[in-house]
């Protein structure tokens, strides 16, 4: 008996003021709370012996408040003679117990574990094999046993249907879109002409949106807040042509579908087969030379290392050390990798540059890594010998799968309630 458990918090607000809900005899939460009272207070009607218990504790479960139906009780019994009804108040509280040490999950690799985590190495009779992304490198380093959970044990959560616009839907169809809208110029160059008359034909986004919501098998977009943020959607396309035409002429090498994969030797025979699609590949005149520039766009917030040296070139070890443990740098490691398959797989003599299309702040256009420092050989085969040594920690029989420490990391994670926090 907690205010806002009973009765329940007012509900959240809608498109019809309150006034206007009155005004038209429609549903409103007085209406709510008419039948929180009607059910409560029948209840009690018959009942000998009643036990009404509230927190008073502020903490999650509600607030410290009593209920308003137990104060009118409250009200009320006392009104009444003592040999009818007998009110008796208890304050409970709980000695503080000693905090309990718990141990981290650990999972051994034993031969059965090994045996499924050896679906990532390259098998030359099977080119079936399963591949690791970026995004499982990122799991690996924010809780190993996260990892191991999602890519190994393979304990996915359960898919609902939805039908509201949740941000992983929002940045599919954001990709789809710019996909969808630049795909007739792939390899060709982009002008600033070319991007004024996608921009002039609104009619010809909307379509393209449309057709996004499609081909991700979302139908649900064109009422309520899903048109809201339909429209939200088609606002930050605008931005980003917008911000496109500042960097024109340009030319789309790759979108999405663009598969890059290598194979890489960690010793012992060992190959490990890691692949990745690139949101966006573009060439660019950089310094009067052409540049491609590796682009990754991000819904959510992104931290980016700055560099305490004026010379990004002073430690690329330590620098580079910090996107290897640092789970909140998973962005930067994210785009590194991108240019590392890049790399690898199409030009090693390229000038590459790595750029997050941070889509909150959009407005301070492409946040590029380094300071928009070109990202050389020198660089990559030092990510190289770093990944090389996550892989093999990775794929080393006598490291377990150790629990973070961090519990903040469990924060949204599915499984929560398979570990100690």
Not at 374 to 402: G, H, M, R, W
Request: glycine residues 4%.
């Amino acid at each position: 008996l907690n205010e806002g458990i009973i009765p329940a918090a007012k509900p959240h607000l809608t498109f019809i003021p309150f006034n206007l809900r009155k005004g038209f005899g429609m549903p409103t939460f007085l209406d709510q709370d008419a039948i929180f009272a009607y059910h409560f207070y029948h209840l009690l009607q018959r009942s000998k012996n009643v036990y009404l218990l509230y927190n008073t504790e502020p903490g999650n479960v509600g607030s410290n408040e009593k209920s308003r139906f137990l104060l009118q009780l409250e009200q009320e019994l006392n009104s009444l003679p003592a040999t009818a009804v007998q009110l008796q108040k208890y304050l409970i509280s709980t000695q503080l117990s000693q905090p309990i040490h718990r141990q981290p999950v650990t999972i051994n690799k034993t031969p059965a574990v090994m045996e499924k985590l050896n679906r990532y190495l390259l098998h030359l009779q099977n080119d079936t094999q399963d591949k690791l992304s970026p995004t499982a490198l990122s799991a690996y380093i924010n809780c190993p046993v996260q990892f191991y959970f999602k890519y190994v044990a393979q304990l996915y959560e359960i898919q609902n249907v939805n039908e509201e616009i949740n941000n992983l839907i929002f940045g599919n169809i954001l990709h789809k879109t710019i996909e969808l809208l630049y795909q007739p110029f792939k390899n060709k160059q982009i002008t600033q002409s070319d991007i004024d008359e996608l921009l002039k034909n609104s009619r010809h986004i909307d379509r393209t949106l449309n057709q996004a919501f499609t081909e991700k098998k979302f139908e649900h977009h064109k009422e309520g807040k899903n048109l809201l943020l339909k429209r939200v959607l088609k606002r930050l396309v605008i931005k980003i042509l917008q911000n496109d035409k500042k960097d024109a002429p340009f030319t789309i090498i790759g979108l999405e579908t663009a598969q890059f994969s290598t194979a890489l030797d960690i010793g012992n025979g060992k190959q490990v087969v890691i692949s990745g699609s690139i949101d966006r590949v573009d060439e660019v005149n950089f310094n009067h030379e052409p540049t491609y520039r590796i682009l990754d766009y991000k819904t959510g917030n992104v931290t980016i290392k700055k560099d305490k040296n004026s010379d990004p070139e002073a430690d690329i070890t330590q620098y580079l050390a910090d996107y290897f443990s640092d789970p909140e740098l998973k962005a930067g490691f994210q785009a590194y990798l991108y240019c590392y398959l890049f790399w690898v797989q199409k030009n090693k003599n390229a000038r590459i540059q790595a750029g997050i299309y941070e889509l909150k702040k959009l407005s301070q256009g492409i946040n590029y890594l380094r300071r928009g420092q070109l990202i050389d050989a020198a660089f990559l085969q030092t990510f190289e010998e770093n990944l090389k040594s996550l892989l093999t920690t990775l794929f080393n029989p006598d490291v377990p799968f150790v629990q973070t420490e961090h519990s903040e990391r469990y924060t949204y994670s599915p499984y929560q309630g398979l570990v100690q926090l």
